[in-house]
């Protein structure tokens, strides 16, 4: 499996992807009743966005991704911060069912998994994760905002343009932020037997020019990022097409759908 999510783009993803406000993560740990006690998997783990902060709140966290690099990352990062309790695997989604053997059935707290369920199958996915997670324990499914160029405000449509231009296609995919695939999420989620609801935190953000640019970079492919001598006439492109329309004010909604397992009864 190929993404492009390898080589300089790890590092572009961590140094300029969004992570999770403290908001979130307290949202979880209510959500599935999250103590120093439990395991969580964050599948499509990336550089850590997840599963750094919510290692703080349990005992272990695994962190699986496909992508090498990635994990090397987000390895380098939980040094840097003092987080010593991730264990970050090689693996995608269809390895779920050996992860389950390791770990065992009923054994975690929640399956977390960040602005990544659309490269899953994740009806699948859902139907393997149910035995693995213990009573009252649960699947988060978290959106990170919408994409930078698929916001309704005037700096992201002139961004959306000029990515077109650069790109010679018209820029459609929505990551599975979209309300429609998030119904389909929840129907798929609740068809493997967990009960679903949503939960969303809002917060407005302010960017700048090289965060907006670094973030385009971070969300690319590696072999379609532009080469470094490109770099300087892309970024130009991007400020004067967006700078009539500055501040570049964004309002960013995590949206969190939780599907969670019936409580034990006593
Ligand atoms: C956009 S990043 C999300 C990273 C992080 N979870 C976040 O919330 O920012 C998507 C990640 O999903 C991983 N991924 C892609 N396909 C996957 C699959 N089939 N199973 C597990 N992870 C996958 C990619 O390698 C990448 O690291």
């Given amino acids: 499996m190929d993404l492009g999510f390898r080589g300089e783009v790890a590092d572009l993803y961590h140094r300029y992807r969004r992570g999770y406000p403290p908001a979130v993560i307290d949202s979880l740990v209510e959500s599935f009743g999250l103590t120093g006690d439990d395991t969580v998997v964050d599948l499509g783990c990336g550089t850590g966005q997840l599963a750094l902060p919510i290692a703080r709140q ?38 779920t069912p050996t992860l389950g053997r390791l770990l065992g059935d009923g054994t975690v707290g929640a399956v977390t998994i960040g602005q990544a369920l659309h490269w899953m199958d994740h009806d699948r996915l859902f139907h393997t994760l149910a035995p693995l997670v213990r009573p009252g324990g649960g699947v988060a499914v978290l959106a990170n905002g919408t994409p930078l160029w698929q916001q309704d405000t ?94 570049f004010t964004e309002h960013v909604r995590v949206a969190t759908l939780i599907g969670r397992t019936h409580a034990a009864t006593s």
């Avoid at 380098?76 to 090689?90: C, K, L």
């Avoid at 995919?173 to 809002?202: I, N, P, Q, W």
């Avoid at 971070?218 to 500055?246: K, N, T």
Wanted: contains cysteine.
């Fill in 58 to 95: 349990v005992r272990a966290v695994v962190g699986l991704d496909p992508e090498p690099d990635m994990l090397l990352r987000a390895r380098r990062a939980a040094d840097e911060q003092g987080v010593a309790n991730v264990s970050w695997m090689i693996g995608a989604d269809t390895d």
């Fill in 154 to 247: 005037a700096w992201s449509r002139a961004l959306r343009d000029v990515l077109e231009q650069w790109c010679g296609r018209k820029l459609t995919r929505t990551c599975g932020t979209d309300e429609e695939s998030r119904r389909r999420y929840g129907t798929s989620l609740a068809a493997a037997g967990f009960e679903v609801h949503e939960t969303g935190v809002d917060y407005t953000d302010e960017l700048d020019l090289d965060r907006i640019v670094g973030s385009v970079y971070s969300a690319l492919p590696v072999d379609e990022l532009p080469a470094p001598d490109r770099r300087p006439s892309f970024a130009e492109q991007v400020r004067c097409a967006l700078e009539p329309y500055a501040p």
